[in-house]
């Protein structure tokens, strides 16, 4: 069974939509009174609507994501390095920046505050309640809708931070490392548990202040003791390491394969999610090109038997795009296993979409117009 | 597959995208909403805690934060109190104040601050457990913590 490719006029149609919800989201409240601002905002909405129309129209889904998905996390990247610096002038965290407060809260975080927060109503990080979209509320609002919605599909589809890994994952054309076993899925959830117990134990974000590497933009500490320098250090490695040369090597994402505790947290939300990724045992001929190709080895032989993708699972679809025979497809739970796949994959895709313009719309229109106003203006700010 | 699953599948996956447009679109009102009912706050380790006082010395103020003896699950025996001074432009460069009257009814102490350098001392009478957490400078002032036990 080969994709659903519908027609110009009919994926334009299908298109249509999902540009009318975005553009509510994009142009809501008064225009841009910055040019660059206001340039960005529209080529962001453009861009975003052309790989959904992309995705509708070649019957691809996860070629597309990842290009989205992709240009969403470096754009977050040069906005969030670029906005720290103009702020404070430096790319280093110092400890009466970290105590002044009003940080943007990262999702990463969700789950090492939620005990504290469902026992003593505290959030253990120095963000805000209520005010902005990064402010600690929105974030678990936004979190909370996804879960339930799309389960780790957070991951594939809104995470501002896996588009890094995602990247470097598709620089070579064949993995160095070929045979990793799926055990490495169980280390994350050995950080997910220290993370979540120092935390309660300290009342810390520990794992923030210790192991994240993405801590390398923009929130290093100053290298003013042997103890900060050595800290700066694991972040630059974890960062080297789990961002860029093992997805480089492995073809995989290994931070969220690997590494990440709000990943092996979120494969719970799989659960809930009404969507999965099913494979045909009568189609499939055990070709393992997905099992090869999956980016958090949610994938196995065990996987194919089963009939469908592991907790791991972060509904990006290469799986389904990889599939020669279409024997990999999105499925809605409690349905028959050859229930109308097209229609399961736009009922996800719908929403996953919609996750992704969303995440982006803030990050990417910030970080393209800095890029902008740096290519005309010689300035980023 | 029974009847019912099958549409409970079909319910949930045609509601998804409703529910991803409520969270952002109304992303306002409902995070207002969650925040309210779940009762958040920032942890006092990264406020301070709750204002207790605010002493005017004319050209600037003392701010004297509620003890925090911050615990999971219950409170823990070592805590620490908060004093911010402000703003920086009305200091004077030595300033000794002080600090009594805690909730909790834990001992007061005087504290000495040199606002040029950004070094603090415990006056003689501090009571034992009791001791310099952190200085720092903050926007607009800086800020003391003293470690007490309860």
Redesign the interface.
């Given at each position: 069974m080969h994709p659903w490719r519908p027609g110009l006029g009919r994926s334009v149609l299908l298109a249509l939509p999902m540009a009318l919800?975005t553009a509510?989201?994009f142009f809501r409240g008064p225009a841009a009174a910055d040019p660059f601002q206001g340039a960005a905002r529209a080529l962001v909405f453009a861009f975003f609507n052309a790989m959904f129309f992309l995705m509708l129209h070649t019957g691809k889904t996860d070629r597309w994501r990842a290009a989205g998905f992709i240009v969403y996390a470096v754009l977050f990247a040069v906005s969030f390095i670029s906005r720290h610096i103009e702020s404070r002038g430096t790319v280093v965290l110092t400890?009466?920046v970290?105590?002044?407060?009003g940080f943007p809260f990262c999702h990463i975080l969700i789950p090492m505050t939620l005990?504290?927060?469902a026992?003593?109503?505290?959030?253990?990080?120095?963000?805000?309640?209520?005010g902005s979209?990064a402010?600690?509320?929105?974030i678990?609002?936004?979190w909370?809708?996804?879960s339930?919605?799309?389960g780790r599909g957070w991951c594939g589809w809104g995470c501002f931070f896996g588009g890094l890994d995602d990247g470097f994952s598709r620089i070579l054309d064949r993995p160095v490392i070929k045979d990793l076993g799926a055990r490495w899925t169980d280390l994350p959830l050995a950080i997910l548990l220290m993370a979540v117990l120092s935390s309660?134990?300290m009342?810390?974000p520990t794992y923030c202040m210790w192991a994240c590497p993405f801590r390398v933009m923009a929130e290093l500490d100053p290298p003013t003791t042997l103890g900060n320098v050595a800290q700066d250090a694991v972040f630059v490695m974890i960062f080297l390491a789990f961002i860029v040369v093992l997805p480089l090597l492995l073809k995989r994402r290994a931070q969220c394969a690997m590494l990440c505790p709000f990943g092996a947290f979120q494969s719970g939300a799989n659960w809930i999610s009404?969507?999965e990724v099913r494979i045909d045992a009568g189609t499939c001929t055990k070709c393992r090109l997905c099992i090869q190709g999956c980016p958090t080895l949610a994938l196995t032989d065990e996987a194919l038997a089963r009939g469908h993708s592991s907790a791991t699972c972060l509904k990006c679809g290469k799986c389904v795009d990889l599939c020669p025979q279409g024997a990999a497809r999105f499925h809605?739970?409690?349905?028959?296993p050859d229930?109308s796949p097209e229609l399961?994959r736009l009922?996800?895709l719908?929403?996953a979409a919609?996750?992704l313009a969303?995440m982006a719309n803030g990050f990417a229109q910030d970080g393209l117009a800095r890029l902008l106003r740096l290519a005309a203006t010689g300035r980023m700010w | 597959?029974?009847r019912g699953?099958?549409?409970?599948?079909?319910v949930?996956?045609?509601?998804?995208?409703p529910?991803?447009?409520?969270?952002?679109?109304g992303?306002e009102p409902?995070?207002?909403a969650?925040?309210g009912t779940?009762?958040?706050?920032?942890?006092p380790?990264?406020?301070g805690g709750d204002v207790a006082t605010i002493r005017d010395h004319g050209s600037y103020r003392t701010i004297v934060h509620r003890p925090v003896f911050?615990?999971?699950?219950r409170q823990s025996r070592r805590g620490f109190v908060q004093v911010d001074w402000e703003p920086t432009t009305g200091l004077p460069w030595i300033i000794s104040e002080e600090v009594s009257g805690l909730d909790g009814g834990q001992a007061g102490f005087r504290i000495r601050l040199d606002t040029r350098s950004g070094q603090a001392v415990l006056g003689p009478g501090a009571e034992a457990g009791q001791g310099l957490e952190?200085v720092?400078?903050?926007?607009g002032g800086w800020?003391v913590r003293v470690w007490l036990r309860r």
């Open positions: 919800l509510l989201l400890e009466a970290w105590f002044k407060g005990l504290p927060a026992l003593k109503g505290l959030i253990i990080f120095p963000s805000t309640i209520l979209p402010a600690v509320a929105s678990l609002l936004v909370i809708g996804v339930l919605t799309l309660a134990a009342l810390l009404p969507f809605i739970k409690g349905t028959a229930a399961a009922l996800f719908y929403p919609f996750l969303a | 597959m029974s699953r099958e549409v409970l599948g079909y949930g996956a045609a509601l998804a995208l529910v991803v447009l409520a969270v952002f679109l992303r409902l995070s207002r969650l925040a779940a009762g958040l706050r920032i942890s380790l990264f406020t911050l615990g999971l699950l952190s720092r400078p903050r926007d800020t």
